[in-house]
Every structure is written in structure tokens, then in C-alpha cells.
């Protein structure tokens, strides 16, 4: 099995920009669709981005996702910050033997 | 609208068994699977299994092969997830989750805590 690495926190002020990465240990990145789910404290995940770099309806175009082969990466990146995205945020796949991959979660602080 | 709705709070001694439902609406319960997500105090998401509501086929988390069990009910459009010989680090909040094309989790319930304390 492989595993999701993202780093433990990152901030950044309103309105600028933010990426945060996504590391796949074994297996190409490109090889199974990589998901985004936000999570703020006390409620269920939400999804920010699917497939990679989708964005499901209500969900601002401030949100993208990209895939990096090279690096064997995802990101997600959150542009015009605001202090709501201010939240816990997982990056998830999955292939063949195992349908589910968390990674173990970045906390975003907007200061 | 969609909506999966989940069993309330459990408390449980180490040793019993915990079972969750989750109850599916606003979609047709047979043309999706169904995954189920942990999360202990203060820890990152856990993926525990998933079932096809088709077909009840199951792919389970290495980890708790031999004491998971996930089982549907189409009748009802319900989901179960089973627990035994619970441990102290099974306290968590479990959800179960609507998982579309691309092992995507669309929906998700809105959480079962189950505490297991001697």
C-alpha cells in the first residue's frame, strides 16, 4: 500500500495565495484521481476538489487542484484567502487493492 | 437532496461490539457505494471500508480485517458498519460516506462518536 504525505500546517495571510502538497510514496501519482476535503472543527469533511482538479458546484473558483508527476504530487491551491478557509484540509486516492488513502491532514491558519 | 443520516452516540467496555447505520436518502441507494471514515480525538481521517450497495461486495481496511463487518440493507437504504473486540483506540467519530465514480466521497453523514472506556 502506499501512503499520502502533506505537511502539518502551513498559514498564511488574507488574500494571498497558499499550496499545499500532496506526496505519493509508491505508484504514480497520475494513476488513480486524487480528492480534497475540507474540514472545520466540530463538522463532517466537506469536498473542495475531486478528480484531481474538479470543483463541485458552490465550491469557489479560489479552490484549484494539479497533479505533478515529477514530483509525484498533488496540490491544492487556495488563492484570495479569507479567514473561512481557515480550516483542516486531507488529500485522498486510492488504487487497485485499496479503495481508500487518507493523507494525514494540513491545518491552515489564516493570520 | 442527498442526505445520509447517522445512528446517535455510543458508549462501549473493551471487548463488546459498537454497529452504526447510516441511513441514505435523495438518491438511488443501489448505484453507489458506501465508505466508512474514522477520526480519534484530535487525529487525521482514517479510512475504514467499503461496500457496494449493489452488490454487497466489501474491500476492508487491512487493519481491521477479521473485525469489521459492513453490511447494507436496500430495503431501507441503511448502511451498517460493525466493530468488535473494541479497544480503548477505537474511541473516534465515525462517518459514513457516499462514494461516487473515482473513489470520491460526494456525501458524508454527519458523524457517530463511540467512546469505548472501561
Known amino acids: 500500500n502506499f501512503m499520502l504525505t502533506q505537511p502539518h500546517s502551513v498559514s498564511e495571510s488574507p488574500g494571498k495565495t497558499v499550496t499545499i502538497s500532496c506526496t505519493r510514496s509508491s505508484g504514480s501519482i497520475a494513476s488513480n484521481y486524487v480528492q480534497w476535503y475540507q474540514q472545520r472543527p466540530g463538522s463532517s469533511p466537506t469536498t473542495v476538489i475531486y478528480?484531481?482538479?474538479?470543483?463541485p458546484s458552490g465550491v469557489p473558483d479560489r479552490f484549484s487542484g494539479s497533479i505533478d508527476s515529477s514530483s509525484n504530487s498533488a496540490s491544492l491551491t487556495i488563492s484570495g484567502l479569507k479567514t473561512e478557509d481557515e480550516a483542516d484540509y486531507y488529500c485522498?486516492?486510492?488504487?487497485?487493492?485499496?479503495?481508500?488513502?487518507f493523507g494525514g491532514g494540513t491545518k491552515l491558519t489564516v493570520l | 437532496q442527498v442526505q445520509l443520516v447517522q445512528s446517535g452516540a455510543e458508549v462501549k467496555k473493551p471487548g463488546a461490539s459498537v454497529k452504526v447505520s447510516c441511513k441514505a436518502s435523495g438518491y438511488t441507494f443501489t448505484s453507489y457505494g458506501i465508505s466508512w471514515v474514522r477520526q480519534a480525538p484530535g487525529q487525521g481521517l482514517e479510512w475504514m471500508g467499503w461496500?457496494?450497495?449493489?452488490?454487497?461486495?466489501?474491500n476492508y481496511a487491512q487493519k481491521l480485517q477479521g473485525r469489521v463487518t459492513m453490511t447494507t440493507d436496500t430495503s431501507t437504504s441503511t448502511a451498517y458498519m460493525e466493530l468488535r473486540s473494541l479497544r480503548s483506540d477505537d474511541t473516534a467519530v465515525y462517518y459514513c460516506?457516499?462514494?461516487?465514480?473515482?473513489?470520491?466521497?460526494?456525501?458524508w453523514g454527519q458523524g457517530t462518536l463511540v467512546t469505548v472506556s472501561s
Open positions: 478528480e484531481d482538479n474538479q470543483r
Open positions: 460516506a457516499r462514494e461516487g465514480s473515482s473513489s470520491w466521497y460526494e456525501n
Open positions: 461496500i457496494s450497495a449493489y452488490n454487497g461486495n466489501t
Open positions: 485522498q486516492s486510492y488504487d487497485s487493492s485499496i479503495r481508500g488513502v
